[in-house]
């Protein structure tokens, strides 16, 4: 694979990763709500599968890059689960899930970038 297509891995790995931070940021100012946990599920749905589609290319390291598919599941069901039983319940799924799901979720995203970049050519 070429250097272009790898930093383009790269920068979409970057873009997961900073809109989940900006997400974040905007539901602790407007307050979180079911749409954002739906939205999560929503936008990391293709990614997901876009994933599995690199994988399966050989256009990234294929441990790390399903390491990192994982630890982005992880992330939405702990940040996804949080916001949802909170709304329909009122209590949180454990102290601190939402929070601990959105770094699972940028961790996951760094580690799409970093299956670019440590891949065999």
Do not use: E, K
């Amino acid at each position: 694979m070429s250097l272009g297509l790898r930093v383009l891995i790269v920068l979409a790995s970057l873009s997961g990763l900073l809109g989940v931070g900006l997400s974040a940021a905007a539901a602790h100012v407007t307050g979180g709500n079911l749409t954002t946990a739906a939205q999560f599920l929503l936008f990391h749905a293709p990614a997901l599968l876009a994933l599995v589609g690199l994988i399966a290319a050989g256009a990234v390291n294929p441990m790390l890059a399903q390491v990192a598919g994982y630890v982005l599941v992880l992330g939405l069901v702990l940040f996804c689960g949080d916001l949802s039983r909170r709304v329909f319940s009122g209590v949180a799924l454990f102290p601190r899930a939402a929070p601990a799901g959105g770094i699972l979720l940028m961790a996951g995203w760094l580690l799409v970038g970093l299956s670019s970049v440590f891949t065999r050519p």
